[in-house]
Each structure stands twice: as structure tokens, then as C-alpha cells.
């Protein structure tokens, strides 16, 4: 389960950073890289489930695939990069460092706030119309959906789809 949630976070954003035509020197720069583009990959995705034969499983499996053809394109370079072993450190600690930003998904039961109420709920009407909702409803008498920033949710919901992970539980993650 949680290693669909790992992939996603990475794959799509490495696949797209290993095709650029001027990569960033160095390992860290790439692995940092490489997750910021994998989130704004997703949060930018979650578009294409407006086009009505597109859900939110189809998105996010063809996303995942797509990122694995992209990475398998420039595996060996990057390989070859790695065992070079340049800024490793930094690389591994910004891992560290996000591995333990997960620790309080798996101990809390959910995510505290009210602003993560509303991330949770949000997430959960994306996942449930396997889509992005034009409405609140029937949760919320308002009647145009995005009067809340659904960057969060919709990075949320992808995870979901992906792990199978309860929305409330991957909104935390995120």
C-alpha cells in the first residue's frame, strides 16, 4: 500500500526531471526536484478527469505508467549519476527528513484542524466521483466546487486511487 503512495511521489516527477534537457547537477538537486515535479504533476493531472471518459483510477494509473516509461527511458544514465555518489548526503537527508514528516500519518487517527477537515472532505468527494466535482453537494450547499484550493486534496485523492488508503489517511500524508 504505502509503496504506491512512495512511487507516486517520485516516479512521475524523476521521469519528467531525467528528460529535461539541461538536468540539475547533482543528486540532491534532482531528488528534490524530482518530488516537486511529481506534485505538480498530479495537482495539474487531476484535470484531465473533467474529460468524461477519464476517472480518477484511469488518471492516476496512466500517470504511474507513464512516469515508469519515462524513468525505464534514461534508467542507465541516471544510474551511472547515482553511483557516482555526489551530494548523496544531502539526497538521503531530505529522504530522512520526509520519511519522518509521514511518522504522525500512521499514528494519528486523523488529520487535526479545521483546514485539514476541509482538505479530508474534499478529497473524499474527489475520490468518490472518481473525478473533480463541480459541487460541494450533497455534503455542502455550495454550488461551485474550487472556491477552496484543491491542489492538496486532488494530490490526496491521486493517492488514494493509487493505494487504496482511506482519504482522511492520505490527506495527512500529504
Known amino acids: 500500500m504505502q509503496i ?3 512511487a507516486a511521489l517520485v516516479i512521475p516527477g524523476l521521469g519528467l526531471e531525467l528528460t529535461l534537457e539541461h538536468a540539475a547537477p547533482g543528486l540532491f538537486i534532482r ?26 483510477r484511469v488518471v492516476a494509473w496512466t500517470g504511474l505508467v507513464l512516469g515508469i516509461v519515462l524513468v525505464a527511458r534514461r534508467a542507465r544514465a541516471f544510474i551511472a549519476e547515482a553511483r557516482q555518489l555526489r551530494d548523496v548526503w544531502p539526497a538521503l537527508g531530505f529522504v530522512a ?8 500519518a500512521f499514528r494519528w487517527l486523523v488529520a487535526p484542524g479545521a483546514d485539514m477537515s476541509m482538505h479530508s472532505f474534499m478529497t473524499r468527494l474527489i475520490v468518490e466521483a472518481q473525478r473533480l466535482p463541480t459541487t460541494y453537494e450533497p455534503i455542502f450547499p455550495i454550488h461551485d466546487f474550487g472556491s477552496y484550493a484543491a491542489g492538496l486534496p486532488s494530490l490526496a485523492a491521486v493517492l488514494t ?10 490527506t495527512l500524508i500529504v
Open 97 to 104: 527528513l520526509t520519511t519522518l514528516h509521514l511518522f504522525p
Open 161 to 170: 486511487a493509487l493505494s487504496g488508503m482511506p482519504a482522511h489517511r492520505t
Open 31 to 56: 531528488v528534490v526536484r524530482s518530488f516537486l515535479l511529481s506534485i505538480a504533476f498530479w495537482t495539474l493531472a487531476i484535470f484531465l478527469t473533467r474529460v468524461p471518459f477519464l476517472s480518477l
Open 4 to 6: 504506491w503512495i512512495a
